[in-house]
């Protein structure tokens, strides 16, 4: 064992140093998995599986690493298999249902959109967090089918509380990296504004500034066309994904999203007060809206409003409801 941890960080310390590919230099990050003959498998395939699943594991913790393979890793494997399983098929089972979290003009109070947020009951288990299924369905590459289902149901439940007389609120629906890099995507979104009768004015889309920036020369192609739809872009977790601000001057955007850590932090962290001022007087010179997620405090509140943030989403005006509750509560 100490002789292939020695093996380990050698191979790990040779990718410290960038790759040249024409002119550019790459830096990669590498995860080792390892098992060990005989005490984790008897065959060449078997030791390769759970190696796979110990390399899958220390990715899962950041990358740059490796881990060994113990019994433990297996079993949450498999769990997570089973899970993954039941997800494919909750779209037909009726299991997953939309949530809608108002968002709020700071100044007049009013609700002004909501964000359309997707939850999973599992039949056995219960409510399934979106933090455990979501990163399975990302992996998996069933995020692209669910993502088109969210866009679809939220996009016929405002239509039908425009058609009951509450035409002056907007849906946003989140859009995974995997979604976003589709080929069809645009032409799937208008197929689905088509099919429901939704005006684009009243559809938000978010992408996270992560996204934006894998490529954002292609970021911003799609980013106009859908302006020029007339939909409107938000970039949600701003402040985590370190963009040029360059680049952000050339996104087609209306609103940035401050992230919920920073929200949070604002009571206790200077640090985080100073992100949030800024991101609100730069939104405010470039001629964009912003919302800060994650309000939960009159603290955070106050503090919010005195820095001229214009939108607020999170627990201290209300959580996610099912649409029959946001109705009662918010579309009297």
């Known amino acids: 064992v100490q002789d292939v941890i020695k093996i380990a960080n050698r191979i790990l310390h040779s990718f410290e140093e960038p790759f040249l590919l024409e002119g550019y230099e790459l830096y990669v990050n590498a995860s080792l998995g390892i ?18 699943v110990s390399m ?3 990715k899962e913790k950041g990358g740059s690493t490796y881990k060994f393979y113990t019994a433990a890793m297996d079993k949450r494997a498999s769990a997570e298999l089973v899970l993954e399983n039941d997800l494919f098929k909750a779209i037909e089972k009726n299991e997953l249902y939309l949530c809608y979290q108002p968002q709020i003009d700071i100044f007049s109070k009013n609700m002004i959109g909501a964000e359309a ?3 999973w009951k599992h039949p056995k288990l219960g409510e399934i967090p979106p933090s455990k299924f979501i990163p399975l369905a ?8 669910l993502g088109e289902w969210v866009l679809r149901k939220a996009c016929e439940q405002l239509k039908r509380w425009h058609q009951n007389g509450f035409s002056g609120i907007k849906v946003a629906v989140n859009l995974s990296t995997l979604q976003f890099r589709q080929k069809n995507l645009v032409n799937m979104v208008m197929e689905i504004l088509k099919e429901t009768g939704l005006k684009p004015v009243h559809l938000e889309m978010e992408i996270t500034e992560s996204s934006a920036m894998q490529d954002p020369d292609f970021t911003i192609a799609i980013l106009k066309k859908f302006t020029e739809m007339g939909i409107e872009i938000a970039i949600d977790d701003f402040g985590t994904g370190y963009s040029s601000l360059a680049y952000l001057k050339r996104f087609p955007l209306q609103k940035l999203k401050i992230d919920r850590s920073f929200i949070q932090d604002l009571n206790h962290k200077e640090e985080s007060q100073a992100i949030v001022s800024a991101i609100i007087a730069m939104s405010r010179n470039l001629g964009l809206k912003v919302l800060a997620e994650g309000v939960e405090t009159k603290q955070q509140f106050d503090y919010l409003k005195q820095q001229g943030c214009e939108q607020i989403q999170g627990y201290f005006f209300s959580p996610p409801l099912w649409a029959e509750k946001f109705e009662q509560i918010f579309l009297k």
């Not at 984790?40 to 030791?47: K, P, R, S, T, V």
């Open 117 to 119: 947020l997707v939850r």
């Open 56 to 58: 899958h594991w220390g």
């Open 35 to 52: 098992s060990i003959y005989p005490l984790d498998g008897n065959d060449a395939e078997d030791l390769m599986k759970k190696a796979n």
């Open 138 to 145: 990302e992996r998996s590459g069933f995020i692209i089918r």
